[in-house]
């Protein structure tokens, strides 16, 4: 090997570790998200009897947003309540109002009786079934729990029905 | 001779009516610096002579994303990119700092008037067959501008980060979960997190001003390297009568052609323009006027219409309707058409892709002979179908989301 | 209203039932609007034809175009006609409550529509009558026909703002919003690109026709050729567009009157919708057949022409399908048979709309512009020779003239029944027409949804 030869050897070698150097961590920070963890407290809704049956009532909870990063620890969220009346019992749901199409807010419409989405005109039936429109899935609903009547959710997601 | 004469007067207008201790400096900085030459190159130089005021749509370009920079520069003066911080600090430009709401509606409207520029010069190089043999690099850098400009859009959209700004980050990065197999990885590297937060917003505001500038403003030079490389093509109206001119015509013209004439041709006779003009004055005299025209106009929209912001960010909302910036409006329209499961992603990756890809690669698929747009039905009549579709959809999504 | 409803129970009503009334008005509507999208679509056909003929020298577009304004002429006495005695007897006589309604809610768009026609008279007359002299000034002429095309596209945009606001009505003290309700933009761009198909598709009917029975003579027959290929572009070119805009369309239905889309797309109507579709499927695989083989006739082989007809035969398979072997959905409810057939049930999954239909339209569309643009670059390198054009192709230019025609009147049964009992969704019945009593405060209920119309989503029966 030329003593020329080896020196742009050299360069090539030295400007690829260079550049691994300082790629190596830029990559690590571009993918970190995918690696967070988090734990998500109850936060307290509501007196589940202040809910009527057959009404979807929103209520805005303060959740944290899991993975999140440095500050603002909660985020105002509104929560669907819904006491259902399906096959003659009355059933307790915690709708997210995040469309499952583009994630915009849908909301109860009143007339046309079902959860409808300003964005592409996603449909939602009162438990949150996609009856029409461009959402793939049904509504996705907040784990909850009640302490005697009061209802708590925290911001961790299940799959609708 | 007599073309060459008057040129060497100008040039020497930099030097000539100075006398003395000036004159002496400038020799001292030209011949160090080289300016006069720099003037010659970027200065004197052919161009074809008919249809001049359609080519001014380039330089428009450049001088409307210059003054995007600029003005993005001393927006930069108050804006904090912060989830808490961002609203508020425009907040207080448009309420409390009139000529920092200024700048912020020349930034806003001149993006817009950029997007329709940006179209305008795309189609006019489109229709006139610009694109053919040498210069086919050229288009696809000007392609890939193009998409770092709708990038750009998009993500300075976002930066406001109220309502409006929460909604179309919301929507633009849960766009990405559709992608096959890594969707939810990619939406979480956008996001910096599952969900919306202050390092989406970091996120983005680097990506604004620093990632997308970074690429854009090398790439505008080396679509200006090209342009010179190769002369400009103009139009067909500057080969009529190419077909008729016999070898002893073609080669007498291609002979008195001045720089950077004759271009490696395609087809002979599209070397050289028939009729030639010069860079200086002429060309510059009109894109300085269509320059200055659309710049006023961007002041006026700033000062009568601004920049306004909507109410700050609320994840909670139940009744906002969020509407995308108008000219993403047709790639809205995608959303609502291809609904569920598999049929998303045909309407959000497999069609603006296979768009994409086609409009990139123009150059190697039009085999068609000439630069009349009516002898290439091939390109032109696609063409014609995808324009016609943007429209359709534009004005379809604007019905929709004006009768929610 | 209150001034109606005070002065209709001193009106004695026509001495005819609803059911002949209802078919009466079909009847004459139907030819109506045939007539009126003829005109329309011709008038822009016109202008560019006559425009091609002086910058492009051509004698074809000369000849076509002479021809064309006799017959738009021509039509225009007929079908003006019919729209006045649609208007004036049918309408004040039979549907009197609906037509002073409709009078008094949309009076300014009505008004303006009915001055148009005054504009359409000054336009075409001159045209008609004195056709060579004006061509003296050969732009004055073109810009004649173009201010026809502008004034007859205006008078169309008036007409459909008030077609929309009976399926999807707006607050009626509210003139922009009823102007601009939810459906007017997409039945617009429908109605004005399916004009444009149709009148196309008419030429090429009438060319196709001659074709078979008398153009002998070679120089007729070349011209005849001509005119067939001519016309089909433009109708397989503008249909191109139906199947986005009528999709988005139809999702406006469903957003603003969900009784009427569930009835189109599910419910009683939804056989109709199939033969609609099946008619959209015949007119774009009889086009493409139409381009593949038309090159042929002059002798070049075009496999990608081949390929387009093929795929575009499929897609008609596909769309064809229907989605269960009853009549609606309810039916198939009602057997209790909501499992595919192999389960013993009745529904076809490959008929389902999404995403087997869907399919079919995007590939349709796609196709579609691939053929145009195949056969518009053997046009452009001068490679077809006029006149040798086969009995297939004269078929296939019928095949998609009756298509077109069929589609139009059919989609206007569709469009008009699927109001259900209303003329104006939600606010005025139909059988209020022969036999009307004025609503009492507490009577029945005009705003609520139909009764009788119960409604049953797929994605409720198998979730």
Known sequence: MSRRRFMIMGINAAGAATGLLIAAPIVGDILSPVFYKSKQ??????????VPVGVPTAYVVMLNDSGDAWQVPAVPRTVYVVKANLSNAVQLITLSNVCTHMQCDVHWDVNLQVFLCPCHGGLYSMIGTNIGGPPPQPLFRYQHKLVGTTLYVRNVLTEGQ | MAEELERSVLVGRLTRPISGLMATTYRWVDERLGVTDLVHQLLYEAVPRRGAWAYSLGSATLILIVLQIVTGMFLLWTYVPSTTEAWLSLNFIEHHDEFAAIVRGMHLWGAYILFVVIGLHMVRTFVSGSYKKPRELNWIVGVVLFLLVLGLGITG?????????YWTATVVTHVVDYFPIFGTQLQEILRGGPQMGPATLTRFFAI?????????????????????????????????GVEEETEAERAERMARAEAPYPALPSDPGYAVPMDLDDFFPSQVFKDALVSFGLVLLIFIMAIVIGAPIERAANPAALNYVPTPEWFFLPLDQLLVQFPQAWMIPVGVFILPGIGTTLLILVPFLDRTPGRQPWRRPEVMVPALFVLLFLIFEAMLAVNRLFNL | MHLLGALAPQLTPVPISTGVATILVAVIMTMHVQFAAWQQGGYIILAVSDFMGWKRKSEHHDRFSRGLVTMLGASFALGGSLAIFAVVILFTGLWSHFWVTLLRVLFWPLLAEAAAFVGEIACLYPLYARWEQLGRVRGLRVGLEVLLFVNASIQMLLINMVASYML?????????????????????????????????????????IRLLRRAKAPQLRAYVDWMGQYGLVWAIGFTIAQPLVGWEYAKEIQLHAYASWYDMMLGGLSVAFLFQ?????????????????????????????AVCTALSFLAWLLISTPSSLAWSYESVFAA?????????????????????????LVTFTGVAIVAITLYLKHVSRGRLHWGDAGKSQAVALIAVGVSISLI????????????GPFLITNHMLINQQQDFTPPSASGPALNGPASGVSIIMPSDLHP
Not at chain 3, 408 to 419: D, K, Q, V
């Open chain 1, 41 to 50: 407290p109850w936060v307290m809704v509501a007196d589940i009897r202040h």
């Open chain 2, 157 to 165: 959209a976002m930066l406001p980060w109220d309502q409006a700004a």
């Open chain 2, 208 to 240: 604004h001003i620093w990632l997308l500038p970074a690429l854009l403003v090398p790439l505008i030079g080396l679509h200006l390297i090209l342009l010179r490389r190769h002369g400009e093509h103009g139009s067909w109206v500057n080969y009529e």
């Open chain 3, 168 to 208: 999807t009505p707006r607050p009626a003290f509210n003139l922009p919003l009823i102007m601009f309700n939810p459906t007017m933009i997409p039945l617009e761009i429908h109605r004005f690109v399916g004009n444009i198909a149709f009148a196309g598709a008419i030429i090429a009917l009438v060319a196709g």
């Open chain 3, 277 to 305: 579709v099946f008619l959209l499927g015949l007119i774009f695989t009889g086009g493409i057949f139409y381009l593949w083989r038309r090159v042929r006739a002059s002798g070049f082989r075009s496999p990608a022409l």
């Open chain 3, 336 to 360: 209790n048979a909501n499992v595919p057939i192999w389960q013993g049930g009745l529904l076809i999954p490959w008929g389902a709309m999404i995403p087997w239909k869907l399919t079919a």
């Open chain 3, 408 to 419: 139009m009147a059919l989609m206007g049964y569709i469009r008009e029944n699927s109001r």
